[in-house]
Every structure is written in structure tokens, then in C-alpha cells.
């Protein structure tokens, strides 16, 4: 697995069991994976087009690249770190143009 890549992934639920996050099995998209590391960095995807009211989202239609079934959301203001042991396959590729929006988030969002 590769940065930009599509991943199907086991997102837990938080402590306590409230909370914002994105959880249960879900697309994700790669955005750091170091082999030295047991985590790799994601950003999740939703079907929630409510979202979108949100700063930092990137919209993706579905793509025989990409893998997705239908239209969904980057939500990359919840980047996370997640264990390896929580992915379970490749869906597919994030477009390029796509995963320069998402690069672009993720450097507004973190002041970079």
C-alpha cells in the first residue's frame, strides 16, 4: 500500500463511545505509510454531503481509479493515525488532481 492509495479500514470507536469521528469500516485514503512505522496516516471518507459546510473536505465522484461506489468526502480535518492491523485491503487510486486538493488541505489545515 502506497500513498494515495484507497484503503478499506477498521476505524474503532473512540473511548467512551461518543464523540465526531468517523468510525466502523470504512474507505480511507493513504496519505503516509513508513514501513518502519506500525501506524500509517489516513483521512477518512463519508457519504454525508452535510459535511461538505466543513473547511477542509475534497469531494470525489466515483471512478473505475478510485473504486468507490458512490459520491463521497474527504473529511481531512479528522487525519489520523491508525494501526496497521486495522486495514483490510485496497479499493483503489486516488485521482492525481484529487490527491493535490487533499495535499493542499492538509497544508492549509496544519498552517504548513
Known sequence: MARGDIILADLPVPLGGKGHEQTGQRPTLMVHDDPALSTVM???????????????TVRVEPSKENGL??????????LRALDRRRLRGKIGRLERDLLEDVDSELRRMLSL
Not at 489516513?42 to 477542509?56: K, Q
Not at 461506489?69 to 479528522?78: A, C, E
Request: no cysteine; hydrophobic share 50%; glycine share 4%.
Open 69 to 78: 461506489d458512490y459520491p463521497s468526502i474527504l473529511v481531512v480535518f479528522q
Open 42 to 56: 489516513i483521512v477518512p471518507f463519508t457519504s454525508r454531503f452535510g459535511a461538505l459546510r466543513f473547511p477542509h
